[in-house]
């Protein structure tokens, strides 16, 4: 299927973010009132493309179906999925599900602004290769940028970025990190996970913004070491060391976009549990780089991807300083407007 310029709109809560484990409206579990809106989009076969679309207040926003282990036949498997430019709002669950995909499966370029669980969920994808690239998150309240589970080989993750910490899921081998920027938002959990179970995956090149919170833990940096065992570091330069991984990576903070604020978690830990966070909206965020940051020029070159850097290098993130703007969404919509009301 071709499934673009459309706007999708939901079900959902319009006020709060919450996902699982949180309370609707601060009294009701979320497992006991019925899911109002499931899917905005979803597929399996091969050779869809989802883009440009307008997509809100659904528990996913877009996914690949899963049904568990892939069939025998090739050409009943999901590969060769495009899932580009869509422009995604108010989620209670995860933005983009890759579940269930196989072999190249392409998310690329598109904008997520709250959600309650995850931001792009791959448990598992089956072989890969997975790629995201040059997606911008943001307020992701309780799960991490990343859901990674089932041992996910093949998955590249370039030029996102990431307000929020790459610390959801389990050991998965063959991965390749570069040139990602994730910003925490001084929750109680560490920035960065790295459960590789091969000695070749790389990360590398990405710039991270610690967390720094009353209930953030002193240990950031996570990392599954050959051994199996798992090893805590309170900076980036001493996880440098230990592993080898991130030889030219950096700490960044938001000072290092024009105009960014870090997201408002929603509360844990209260007599109700995890409450509902706030909403934002994407015509209110800038996420472009200042061009005197140090996220600029701070990438390796990585061909047929970020061929068109402006400066001595590429920038990290998904948003390189100089070129044009990125079309997120239905196109022909203002887009100074919000498109879901």
């Not at 933005?95 to 931001?119: C, K, L, P, W, Y």
């Not at 969404?329 to 009301?341: H, K, M, S, T, V």
């Amino acid at each position: 299927f071709l499934i673009q310029d459309n706007v999708i709109i939901g079900r959902d809560d319009r006020f709060r973010v919450y996902g699982w484990a949180a309370h609707r409206e601060g009294l009701i579990p979320y497992g006991t009132h019925l899911l109002d809106s499931y899917y905005g989009i979803k597929v399996y076969g091969s050779g869809h493309v989802i883009a440009h679309n307008s997509i809100a207040y659904f528990h996913d926003a877009i996914g690949i179906s899963t049904y568990g282990t892939p069939e025998k036949e090739q050409e009943l498997k999901a590969v060769s999925i495009d899932i580009y430019n869509n422009d995604l709002h108010l989620l209670v669950d995860d933005f983009v599900e890759a579940d269930g995909g196989v072999h190249n499966i392409r998310i690329m370029r598109n904008r997520g602004v709250n959600t309650g669980q995850s931001g792009i969920s791959a448990q598992p994808v089956f072989g890969g290769p997975a790629y995201y690239i040059r997606n911008v998150l943001y307020n992701i309240q309780k799960g991490g940028a990343l859901k990674i589970h089932g041992g996910v080989p093949g998955l590249t993750a370039y030029h996102n970025t990431f307000i929020a910490e790459n610390n959801g899921g389990g050991g998965h081998p063959n991965s390749n990190y570069r040139n990602n920027l994730f910003l925490g938002s001084d929750g109680p959990t560490h920035i960065a996970r790295f459960p590789y179970t091969t000695t070749y995956s790389i990360a590398d090149y990405n710039g991270y913004r610690p967390n720094q919170g009353p209930d953030s833990p002193e240990g950031q940096f996570r990392w599954l070491s050959p051994r199996g065992e798992w090893e805590e570091f309170k900076s980036l330069e001493d996880f440098k060391k230990a592993s080898g991984l991130e030889a030219h990576g950096i700490t960044v903070d938001y000072n290092d976009f024009e105009d960014l604020q870090k997201p408002i978690q929603g509360p844990v830990g209260t007599p109700l549990g995890e409450m509902p966070g706030p909403v934002y909206h994407a015509v209110d965020l800038n996420f472009k780089l200042n061009p005197n940051g140090k996220a600029v020029d701070a990438g390796v070159i990585i061909p047929n991807v970020n061929d068109n850097f402006t400066g001595h290098a590429p920038d990290l993130g998904a948003l390189e300083v100089g070129v044009p703007p990125v079309v997120y969404g239905a196109r022909g919509l203002d887009p100074n407007q919000e498109f879901y009301r």
